[in-house]
């Protein structure tokens, strides 16, 4: 293991057979040389440990099984040229995850965080017809970037809060027949008409070539001055230096970010702007959930050790 998860998750492994779980956590060379050592099956990865061709290339494991559902950390292409098989955990984290989408666009439509600041700075004087006046969320229209299990699961929250729910995705619209329930109550848009109508935009891609810079200077400019930016994703799916200066300049209105390009670190001037609300990457962090992904990850890593399928792979 590069880190422990939660005791769910360890029970499961501890069980299985020899865990080993570092001091500190693994530079890339450390990493490289416990995946060819020959004395490790599977690695229980985080998704901030890269496993790039370099750490790949004499990797002698059966398995990587990463504690998240997204896998960008991992280069699945040379995992799999190298019988390497990749466990994420799809599923139970999506409502959490949606909740937290959600969150960031009402607290950013509403300027939740300035007016917190407000409140505890002492300068709360009492009502008034025009303090801290934010965008109105029932009645806007959110446009979803991605139509994934959890931008479904956040379509679900904006239409309990009276909004207007379009999506876009590469693959086109999804057959009314295959939207179950939601089938009627969202549209497909084009990915230009989305960006240029949409009073908020979430966005539910995973990162990948095509998705790294999504969200640059060109789709900035293009959005409504009023609109605000949501992403839970991943960050490098918006450019975060072109971010700062559309928010800066007014080019949109405001932004809820999880996910950051270059985590742990911000763009500069990023927190600097008042009109953002920003999250430590906590779409998953609730107790059950990562209790839960923990048991997910589990045993997919005891699956892969025994040499057998696990619940969840991503390999192609
Ligand atoms: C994931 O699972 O990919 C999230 O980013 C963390 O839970």
């Given amino acids: 293991m590069t880190t422990a998860i939660p005791a769910p998750g360890m029970h499961i492994l501890e069980a299985a057979g020899e865990v080993h779980v570092p001091d500190q956590q693994l530079s890339a060379g450390e990493l490289r040389r416990e995946c060819s050592s020959g004395d490790v099956d599977v690695v229980v990865a985080q998704l901030t440990d890269v496993f790039d061709r370099a750490v790949l290339e004499d990797a002698t494991i059966k398995g990587i099984s990463n504690y998240a559902v997204g896998y960008d950390n991992v280069d699945v292409a040379t995992a799999t040229g190298r019988g390497i098989l990749v466990g994420n955990t799809p599923g139970v984290l999506t409502d959490a995850t949606a909740d937290i989408a959600m969150l960031l666009l009402l607290a950013t439509a509403r300027r939740c965080v300035e007016a917190d600041r407000f409140v505890r700075a002492g300068k709360y004087q009492g009502w008034q017809p025009e303090l801290l006046l934010g965008s109105d969320v029932s009645g806007a229209t959110l446009g979803l970037v991605g139509f994934g299990r959890i931008a479904r699961a956040t379509a679900e929250r904006a239409l309990g809060f009276g909004m207007t729910v379009r999506y876009t995705a590469r ?67 918006v450019d975060e230096k072109a971010l700062v200066e559309a928010l800066r300049s007014g080019e949109i209105a405001g932004a809820g970010l999880d996910v950051y390009e270059d985590e742990p670190a911000l763009a500069d001037g990023l927190a600097d702007l008042p009109n953002t609300t920003l999250l430590p990457h906590v779409g998953s962090a609730t107790r059950s959930v990562r209790a839960t992904m923990a048991e997910v990850c589990a045993n997919n890593a005891v699956a892969m050790a025994r040499g057998e399928m696990p619940a969840h792979a991503v390999n192609p």
């Fill in 171 to 237: 693959s086109g619209p999804v057959p009314a027949e295959r939207l179950g329930h939601l089938a009627g109550r969202v549209q497909f848009a084009e990915w230009d008409d989305l960006v240029r109508t949409s009073d908020f935009i979430s966005l539910h891609v995973p990162l990948s070539d095509t998705t790294h810079h999504l969200v640059d200077e060109k789709t900035l400019r293009a959005m409504k001055p009023t609109a605000c930016l949501v992403n839970t994703s991943r960050g490098p799916v």
